[in-house]
């Protein structure tokens, strides 16, 4: 059977895929939608549902609209692309794996808005129309690959916040790519925050073990010292 046949099949349970008309494309609790192995699927602009399971895999999924992930859904990057021109909803779990997410202008030009906290391994932020990217207050939007930050000159993408502070954590080894005509550009009161992971501040009793654990370290090195000394003494 055709590649594209044996796809179509499998997402029977949810939707009818190879319909030109969908309304959306929805993974209902307990189904699955898996796009095969290097293999692609175009979803022509409409929102992505997850309240099942969808995977990647190392497929690529173009040109999706909204993204959506219930509570008991399960969205997984794989190591392949998905491509999305709409707003990103993450109330589930997103498995980013190896893979690259890529929000650009594709099916629309409005603001984007995130909602919920979300790891990614690669993440493109993309706009050839000075596109905002809004983020909600107090979030932490986690990158372990590449964070890629491309707009046009004169057409920056921005980076808000609707107040409060919103934190892209790059972890070890991640990197941070922006093209060079524009840089990258965050909102003028500074609350979109992009840097390493933040050193682990004490409490009290953590500060009093260290200071204990500095005092023994300095005592034994005295006592070493002096030890050695009377050592040479004796050699003497």
């Known amino acids: ?31 699955s939608i898996n796009v095969p192995a290097g293999g692609s699927m175009n979803l022509g602009c409409v ?6 399971a969808f995977n990647v895999n190392s497929g690529q999924v173009s040109n999706t609209g909204n993204v959506s992930i219930g509570s008991g859904g399960n969205l997984n990057g794989g190591q392949g692309i998905l491509s999305v021109s709409g707003n990103w909803n993450n109330s589930g779990t997103f498995v980013a794996g190896t893979g690259t997410v890529v929000f650009t202008d594709g099916c629309a030009s409005g603001p984007i808005q995130f909602t919920g906290t979300t790891q990614f391994n690669n993440l493109t932020l993309s ?4 596109r905002n990217f809004i983020f909600p207050p107090g979030s932490v939007v986690i990158i372990t690959g590449t964070l890629t930050l491309q707009g046009t000159p004169g057409q920056p993408i921005n980076l808000l916040t609707a107040g409060g502070q919103t934190t892209f954590v790059m972890a070890p080894g991640a990197q941070l790519v922006s093209n060079n005509a524009i840089g990258f550009y965050v909102d003028q009161n500074g609350n979109v925050i ?12 953590g500060l009093i073990l260290l200071s204990l654990l500095m005092a023994g370290t300095v005592l034994w090195r005295g006592r070493s010292g002096t030890f050695g000394a009377k050592r040479k003494n004796q050699h003497d």
Do not use: H, K
């Open 1 to 31: 059977m055709p590649q594209m046949g044996r796809f179509c099949l499998s997402l029977i349970l949810a939707m009818t895929l190879c319909s030109s008309a969908l309304a959306q494309v929805n993974v209902p609790a307990g189904g």
């Open 47 to 52: 929102p992505l549902n997850v309240q099942g």
């Open 127 to 130: 706009s050839n129309t000075g």
């Open 194 to 205: 992009i840097g390493p992971p933040s050193i682990p501040t004490l409490n009290e009793y």
